[in-house]
């Protein structure tokens, strides 16, 4: 699942037409574009939101909204507690800032305070009924707390309120495969791909094919993340292990091969890919890949007995 950021830029485009502008007008400041701007970096946000606030150049909701803008940018940094502290600060400016409510919400979901959280993201829709985003992450929270039905009924309104939130989609779709629905999860997955293509839908969407048997698509699924995002490991190891499953031994080994290029931190690509080479007949590879994932998890029942079988046998 994921829980979306908000950022200030467009609920306080109104506010720069305001009659008596703060001490540096916001069009003209480049630190309160920086501060506001979609792309920019966490990094970078936080280092513009802070001049901002230290020159007091802004105030009344636009200083809220640099608070909240530099909340969002420590959040992502994983700064939590200096983010929190910050939203804090400009929900104290503006208490009826559904945006501030929204992100200290994603912080406390964060530090897994779900009933914070969901707090927040109340007040948010309290405060503005048709905010997608909320429903989004209130979902989400709900998903956590093991609530299928209340997070199945929030991101309902998500996508009722942002029919091109392509999260919320996803965010659905998976509810839906925990429900054990694979025909609502896979239509949904397919709506998100097409608003959104991403590694985590094609992942997702493929996972609910491998479940469903439906071996083909489910490589496919995980093929096209590959594509996305050929330098992370998870299209290469789902796929690798489709491929196994259809007895291509070979291609399955190829993409574990790129998957541990990527990860080698992953205990079951070297435990699937050392079962692999043993169907190969590769022996000596094959007890090397076991002996690597038994350094990880020790207490790898497949590797342990393979392993065993190896040297019993010699």
């Keep these: ?53 230290d020159g007091k150049t802004q105030t009344g909701r636009h200083l809220a909204g640099a608070y909240c803008n530099r909340g969002h940018g420590l959040t992502e940094k994983r700064e939590l507690d200096a983010a929190l502290a910050d939203l804090n600060e400009a929900i104290k400016l503006d208490p009826a800032f559904a945006c ?40 989400d929270a709900w998903l956590n707390k093991g609530d299928l039905d209340r997070a199945l009924a929030d991101l309902n309104l998500a996508i009722k309120y942002g029919p091109q939130l392509s999260t919320a989609y ?53 093929g096209e993340a590959a594509k996305l995002a050929p330098t992370d490991a998870r299209g290469w190891r789902n796929r690798g292990l489709i491929r196994l499953f259809q007895n291509d031994i070979k291609g399955g080994i190829a993409d574990y091969d ?18 692999a080479k043993l169907r190969l007949g590769d022996k000596k590879g094959a007890a090397a890949d076991f002996r690597k994932a038994l350094e990880m998890q020790p207490d790898l029942k497949t590797a342990k007995e393979a392993l065993a079988r190896l040297d019993g046998a010699r």
């Excluded at 949904?188 to 491998?210: C, Q, S, W």
């Excluded at 790129?258 to 079962?275: E, I, M």
């Design 100 to 139: 501030a409510y929204t992100n200290r919400g994603r912080v406390y979901a964060f530090k897994q305070d779900l009933d914070h959280a969901i707090a927040d993201y109340d007040e948010a829709i309290r405060i503005d009924p048709g905010f997608a985003m909320a429903y989004n992450n209130r979902g």
């Design 258 to 275: 790129k998957a541990l290029q990527y990860d080698p931190a992953d205990v079951y690509s070297w435990n699937n890919r050392g079962q």
């Design 1 to 53: 699942m994921r829980i979306l950021a908000c950022l200030t830029a467009a609920l306080l485009g109104a506010a720069l037409t305001l009659p008596n502008p703060p001490q540096a007008a916001a069009a003209d400041d480049p630190s309160w574009q920086t501060c506001i701007g979609s792309a920019t970096a966490p990094g970078d946000r936080v280092t513009a939101c802070t001049a901002v606030i």
């Design 170 to 222: 996803g965010n659905r779709g998976f509810v839906y495969y925990r429900k054990h629905d694979a025909a609502h999860a896979i239509a949904d997955f397919t709506t998100e791909i097409k608003l959104d293509p991403n590694v985590l839908a094609y992942i997702n969407r493929g996972n609910v094919y491998r479940d469903a048997e439906q071996l083909d698509r489910a490589a496919a699924d995980y």
